[in-house]
T-cell receptor, first 113, second 115 residues
Framework: QQQVKQSPQSLIVQKGGISIINCAYENTAFDYFPWYQQFPGKGPALLIAIRPDVSEKKEGRFTISFNKSAKQFSLHIMDSQPGDSATYFCAASLDNAGNMLTFGGGTRLMVKP | NAGVTQTPKFRVLKTGQSMTLLCAQDMNHEYMYWYRQDPGMGLRLIHYSVGEGTTAKGEVPDGYNVSRLKKQNFLLGLESAAPSQTSVYFC??????????????FGPGTRLTVL
């Protein structure tokens, strides 16, 4: 049973465009929602994260939007660049669960020059 | 700091063979994790450890064993490899929950093929 569902599986965006990746979760007890970025041949690395007490968090060109009532959150990449081409994973965790993360299935983003 | 390192980087096994993957971290982290990554399924937690000498099962533990004899090392063992265990394996570590955000630091991965 996949507790975090991510879409789309793949995404192609033109340079300068906006990339949007969506995730939905089932467990209302989740209270930490990070996004990880993975380049080919590398391990994932934390990109940005949010807790459910805020509806949006922005770091540079990356923004997380969070909708607690709909149990959904999304990653927006503004002014997408070819260097953003990577696989993105959303995740969710419980604070009292040993920092364990439940990951979505991943989105492979390609930004065309 | 090397961060999280994994050995080997690649390995090919025959069905029924056994092997051990080694993960080492030099960040003095308490928590360590083993994941497997398969296309379209994200990363799934195999086993994890919240401290030296302790281990626990994750989402997909069957066919794997782990040991955490030293704080800096976390070993993943495959007792009798099966083709279904063909995957990319990632180790990660994190400090205990103290800060507002909990970050897991990942190693570069081990690509395992079981024939």
């Amino acid at each position: 049973q996949q507790q975090v569902k991510q879409s789309p599986q793949s995404l192609i965006v033109q340079k300068g465009g906006i990339s949007i990746i969506n995730c939905a979760y089932e467990n209302t007890a989740f209270d930490y929602f990070p996004w990880y970025q993975q380049f080919p041949g590398k391990g994932p690395a934390l990109l940005i994260a949010i807790r459910p007490d805020v509806s949006e968090k922005k770091e540079g060109r990356f923004t997380i939007s969070f909708n607690k009532s709909a149990k959904q959150f999304s990653l927006h990449i503004m002014d997408s660049q070819p260097g953003d081409s990577a696989t993105y994973f959303c995740a969710a965790s419980l604070d009292n669960a040993g920092n364990m993360l439940t990951f979505g299935g991943g989105t492979r983003l390609m930004v065309k020059p | 700091n090397a961060g999280v390192t994994q050995t080997p980087k690649f390995r090919v096994l025959k069905t029924g063979q056994s092997m051990t993957l080694l993960c080492a971290q030099d960040m003095n982290h308490e928590y360590m994790y083993w994941y497997r990554q398969d296309p379209g399924m994200g990363l799934r937690l195999i086993h994890y450890s919240v401290g030296e000498g302790t281990t626990a099962k994750g989402e997909v533990p069957d066919g794997y064993n782990v040991s955490r004899l030293k704080k800096q090392n976390f070993l993943l063992g495959l007792e009798s490899a099966a083709p279904s265990q063909t995957s990319v394996y990632f180790c990660a570590s994190s400090p205990p929950y103290l800060a507002a955000y909990n970050e897991q630091f990942f190693g570069p991965g081990t690509r395992l093929t079981v024939l």
